[in-house]
């Protein structure tokens, strides 16, 4: 849907329901519950050299081309940090706006890029390979207005504490920027990861 800011903006100004994000503002504007931690990965094609690395760090990928975010996302400022705090100068080859920009710059094989570990679910040329300068893993945040009267936005927001006590709740589903019931449920068995992939279209590319 858009960068870190893009979302923040777009569920302070009601045009979305609910969104998912790290470092969520502690400002009192939105309601927040965490619903996983992850951290950044690296993501290079699967032909890359490091593509059968389980992890890498900053100083060795200084010397491959990079794809970088604009500031405007949560994850390039994660990744900014990591290079400065190795000390690490790094001239990027590309500068793109969505995520899906830096999966593809990384699918025709123009760099390496950078990502929150289960921002996608593309697996056919992608390989996603730690870092060791950002293994810290970082909440992940559903959040929506503090003030909303939506029966259905609270029921939502509620479902991972719910599911947390064993119950059942619905899904729902974006339906034109609002929520509308789904058919699935979400039980005690469900990870993470499932409850991420219910939200996953509100995500947006951070």
Same mark, same amino acid.
Do not use: Y
């Given at each position: 849907?858009?960068?870190?800011? !893009?979302? +923040?903006?777009?569920? %302070?100004?009601?045009?979305?329901?609910?969104? =998912?994000? @790290?470092?969520?503002?502690? /400002?009192? *504007?939105?309601?927040?519950?965490?619903?996983?931690?992850?951290?950044?990965?690296?993501?290079?094609?699967?032909?890359?050299?490091?593509?059968?690395?389980?992890?890498?760090?900053?100083?060795?990928?200084?010397?491959?081309?990079?794809?970088?975010?604009?500031?405007?996302?949560?994850? !390039?400022? +994660?990744?900014?940090? %990591?290079?400065?705090?190795?000390?690490?100068? =790094?001239? @990027?080859?590309?500068?793109? /706006?969505? *995520?899906?920009?830096?999966?593809?710059?990384?699918?025709?094989?123009?760099?390496?890029?950078?990502?929150?570990?289960?921002?996608?679910?593309?697996?056919?040329?992608?390989?996603?390979?730690?870092?060791?300068?950002?293994?810290?893993?970082?909440?992940?945040?559903?959040?929506?207005?503090?003030?909303?009267?939506?029966?259905?936005?609270?029921?939502?927001?509620?479902?991972?504490?719910?599911?947390?006590?064993?119950?059942?709740?619905?899904?729902?589903?974006?339906?034109?920027?609002?929520?509308?019931?789904?058919?699935?449920?979400?039980?005690?068995?469900?990870?993470?990861?499932?409850?991420?992939?219910?939200?996953?279209?509100?995500?947006?590319?951070?």
């Amino acid at each position: 849907m858009g960068s870190w800011v !893009q979302i +923040v903006e777009a569920v %302070a100004d009601d045009r979305v329901d609910l969104g =998912v994000l @790290p470092d969520v503002p502690k /400002d009192g *504007r939105f309601e927040r519950e965490v619903c996983l931690h992850q951290s950044v990965v690296a993501i290079v094609h699967r032909d890359d050299p490091l593509a059968e690395r389980a992890e890498v760090t900053c100083q060795e990928l200084g010397e491959f081309p990079l794809i970088h975010r604009t500031s405007r996302s949560s994850t !390039q400022r +994660v990744i900014d940090t %990591a290079f400065r705090k190795s000390g690490i100068a =790094v001239k @990027p080859k590309a500068i793109v /706006d969505t *995520r899906d920009g830096v999966v593809e710059a990384v699918a025709n094989r123009i760099g390496i890029g950078f990502m929150w570990e289960h921002a996608c679910s593309r697996t056919d040329v992608i390989r996603r390979v730690r870092v060791k300068e950002l293994e810290q893993r970082v909440p992940e945040h559903v959040f929506c207005k503090a003030v909303n009267h939506d029966a259905l936005v609270k029921l939502f927001f509620k479902s991972r504490t719910l599911n947390d006590r064993g119950r059942r709740s619905p899904k729902v589903r974006r339906h034109e920027g609002r929520l509308e019931k789904g058919s699935d449920t979400l039980d005690s068995d469900d990870t993470d990861e499932r409850f991420i992939g219910a939200v996953r279209s509100m995500t947006g590319d951070r």
